[in-house]
């Protein structure tokens, strides 16, 4: 099977689980910033401990700027995440994925957790654990290994991951539930609310990963 088709097939799957809570110009909501989470999570997994070591070291002494770089060194890319959760610690207690979530991002180095504030992903996690999906959306990421490809700049990243979701599996999956839209007219929109699809706000944000 070729990586296209399994990245159509995955981006399906995908939708069959956001299906009901949100209509399909709104599965990019949820799909672009858990491609992006998941990435991330893969890239800094044979650096954690270090990381997690290293911030122990300094907790208390150094904060801001001064604590992301020591630890974005340790970690060998342009960002680090010092929690100690990954996607596999946040599934194995299902009562409470959604506040596991939250303080996994917000244990990311600054340039990373402005990106998940300008998507709002806060407002997705809540509306997914009010639906009852959160657990089983994050655990289709989890079983993704996305080691292997290639990150570039967050921008690039993103981007990657837009043109995945606009080629690939999504046109046919809102061709086939136009109908249940309420407004079928409405262009697919980038996570920043309301808007129409513009330069994705990693694009826009300073060079990372």
Not at 5 to 11: A, D, G, K
Not at 13 to 21: E, Q, T, V
Not at 42 to 49: D, G, I, N, R, S
Not at 104 to 110: A, C
Request: include cysteine.
């Amino acid at each position: 099977m070729s990586k296209s088709h399994e990245l159509s097939q995955f981006i399906w799957s995908i939708a069959d689980l956001l299906r009901g809570p949100y209509r399909p110009p709104q599965y990019e909501r949820v799909m672009l910033p858990l491609v992006v989470l998941r990435r991330f999570d893969c890239v800094l997994e044979p650096t954690k401990a270090k990381v997690l070591e290293k911030y122990k070291k300094y907790q208390g002494k150094l904060e801001g700027e001064a604590l992301d770089t020591i630890l974005n060194k340790e970690s060998g890319q342009r960002f680090h995440n010092h929690s100690p959760l990954d996607f596999n610690k946040i599934l194995g207690d299902s009562d409470n994925v959604h506040s596991h979530l939250a303080a996994y991002i917000q244990g990311f180095s600054e340039n990373v957790r402005k990106i998940f504030e300008r998507f709002e992903f806060s407002a997705e996690i809540e509306r997914m654990r009010e639906h009852n999906i959160l657990f089983l959306v994050l655990s289709r990421f989890a079983n993704i290994d996305m080691r292997n490809r290639t990150t570039g700049n967050l921008g690039d990243c993103t981007k990657c991951v837009r043109v995945a979701c606009t080629k690939h599996a999504l046109p046919c999956y809102n061709d086939i539930l136009l109908k249940e839209c309420e407004e079928p007219h409405v262009r697919p929109i980038c996570p920043t609310r309301g808007k129409p699809r513009q330069n994705h706000p990693a694009a826009t944000s300073e060079s990372g990963p």
